[in-house]
Each structure stands twice: as structure tokens, then as C-alpha cells.
């Protein structure tokens, strides 16, 4: 192998040194700046990204925000509607209570007045049969016709005393 011959030594280690010395200039002018560009831009887009993200970060917490305050202001007239709504509804039940309540006095009364209407046409016509049943007993009985008035009057005490 020629590369292990002493002879050889000494023009490899030349062509060595004038290789790396044109490799490193190149490297040194050419591709390290490139490279050293091409990092820079990579940071500056990284922290153009950050700050997009930290803007962007705070818009959504400012929309949240504003998003919270509106569900609180919609609850809050949500509940304001409920509440007016049910005092309305109560209203009306009231009144609709009071008017049947209302109703059904009037109904009452006009029953009660019936009743008692139908009460004293009964006690007159039980008073009528009454008298005629009386003024028959007697007439059965003794074989006397008694006198009309006089049953009258005395069915009539007999039921004032009665009731």
C-alpha cells in the first residue's frame, strides 16, 4: 500500500494540509454563513411564531372574557324574564281565583236563596196538607167538620214549635 510507504509521507501530509485549507476557506466563506443565515432565519421565524402565538393567546382570552360576561348578562336577564313572567302568571292566577271565587259566592247565594225559596214553598204546602190532613183526622174521627181557621191556627203553632 503506497499511503504506508515513508516516502509517500511527506506529499500527503502537503496535499493534506492545502486540502483542509481549501475545505476550511470554503466552509469559512461558503457554506457557514449560509448555514449561519439560514439559523437566523429559522430563530426569526420561531419567534415571530411565539409572539403570534402570545397575540393570538390574548385575543382568546379576551373573547372568552367578553363570551363569559355575555352568558352572564344572558342568565341574568334569563332569570329576570322567569321571574317576570311567573309574577305575571301568579297575577293572573290570582284574579282568575278571585273571579271564580267571586262566581261561585254569587252561585252560592243564588242557591241558597233557592233553597230557602224551596223551603218555605215545602213548609207552606206542608202546612196546606197538614191542615187538610188534620181537618180530615178530626172529621174521621169525631165525625165533626171542623172549623178551617182554627186547624190553621193551630198547625201553624204546632210548627212554629216544632222548628
Do not use: C, H
Not at 430563530?43 to 360576561?69: C, F, G, H, P
Not at 273571579?99 to 242557591?111: I, T
Request: charged share 30%; proline share 2%; glycine share 2%.
Amino acid at each position: 500500500m503506497p499511503q504506508l510507504e515513508t516516502q509517500f509521507f511527506l506529499p500527503q501530509i502537503v496535499w493534506l494540509i492545502i486540502t483542509f485549507g481549501i475545505l476550511y476557506v470554503v466552509m469559512a466563506r461558503v457554506a457557514l454563513p449560509r448555514i449561519a443565515e439560514v439559523l437566523r432565519a429559522r430563530q426569526q421565524r420561531i419567534s415571530n411564531d411565539l409572539d403570534e402565538a402570545e397575540r393570538l393567546k390574548r385575543e382568546t382570552e379576551e373573547v372568552i372574557q367578553a363570551y363569559e360576561k355575555a352568558l352572564a348578562e344572558a342568565r341574568s336577564q334569563a332569570q329576570a324574564l322567569a321571574t317576570e313572567t311567573r309574577a305575571k302568571a301568579n297575577a293572573e292566577a290570582t284574579a282568575k281565583r278571585e273571579e271564580l271565587e267571586s262566581r261561585l259566592a254569587a252561585e252560592q247565594e243564588e242557591a241558597e236563596k233557592r233553597i230557602a225559596e224551596a223551603r218555605a214553598s215545602a213548609m207552606a204546602q206542608v202546612t196546606t196538607v197538614a191542615q187538610e190532613a188534620v181537618g180530615e183526622i178530626v172529621s174521621r174521627l169525631a165525625g165533626l167538620s171542623p172549623d178551617r181557621e182554627r186547624v190553621a191556627s193551630t198547625v201553624e203553632d204546632v210548627a212554629r214549635k216544632g222548628s
